[in-house]
């Protein structure tokens, strides 16, 4: 089920620009997952940051977490038309498998 | 609509023998099936993706002589797990993308034990 938020829906940027996507969530987690999609692909994962982590980097992504107001962030720096995609995040709770879904954001990089 | 079964929901077997999970899009046709796995309390890591009446495409580091994908019509993908190891034990999980559109229809999971 989709019980996550996320915002913007849509986003178009230039290449080079930084590209922040923003994820709400209801309930405790566990962990948060932030996932890319390309058009007609799987899901990718990107990153796993867990409850007592604030922020974590990989590569040219940065996601933090904050739970007091259950919201993660995700952000991709010097975006590059590669990274054109739409981006969900994933909550898991106390179930071991079960995730959560947001919506997702569609990110537009144009060239 | 858009429901999308796996079976079995959970199996135990032994080492070395081979398991198969079957994927099915229960109202829709599916041209592209996604597999999934997934160990306790992490991310879904993508194994393959299956298209109807063609190989499947495997993500770099799956073997694809240990997990045998089968897209055989528009609405039935098959993974085997051959030879199966303990450390194969784990949450596997198929999706379903309908001809047009972009959206994947999660199956519900089968959860693998390797004794």
């Known amino acids: 089920s989709q019980q996550g938020e996320e915002d913007p829906q849509a986003l178009s940027i230039q290449e080079g620009e930084n590209a922040t996507m923003n994820c709400s969530y209801k309930?405790?987690?566990?962990?948060l997952q932030w996932y890319r999609q390309n058009s007609g692909r799987g899901l990718v994962h990107l990153i796993l940051?867990?409850?007592n982590e604030r922020e974590k980097h990989s590569g040219r992504l940065r996601v933090t977490l904050d739970t007091s107001k259950k919201s993660s962030s995700l952000l991709i720096t010097a975006s590059r038309a590669a990274d054109t995609a739409s981006y969900f995040c994933?909550?898991?709770?106390?179930?071991?498998?079960?995730?959560?879904w947001g919506a997702g954001t569609k990110l537009i990089i144009k060239p | 609509g858009a429901v999308v079964s796996q079976h079995p929901s959970w199996v135990i077997c032994k080492s070395g023998t081979s398991v198969k999970i079957e994927c099915r899009s229960l109202?829709?046709?599916?041209?592209?099936m996604f597999w999934y796995r997934q160990f306790p309390k992490q991310s879904l890591m993508l194994m393959a993706t299956?298209?109807?009446?063609?190989?499947?495409?495997?993500e770099q580091g799956v073997e694809k002589d240990k997990f045998l994908i089968n897209h055989a019509s528009l609405t039935l993908s098959t993974l085997t797990v051959t030879s199966a190891h303990p450390e194969d034990s784990s949450f596997y999980i198929c999706?379903?993308?309908?001809?047009?559109?972009?959206?994947?229809?999660f199956g519900p999971g089968t959860r693998l034990t390797v004794l």
């Open positions: 999706s379903a993308r309908r001809s047009l559109g972009n959206e994947q229809f």
């Open positions: 109202d829709f046709q599916a041209t592209t």
């Open positions: 299956s298209n109807e009446g063609s190989k499947a495409t495997y």
């Open positions: 940051i867990r409850s």
């Open positions: 994933a909550t898991n709770g106390d179930s071991n498998y079960q995730l959560i």
């Open positions: 309930t405790s987690i566990n962990n």
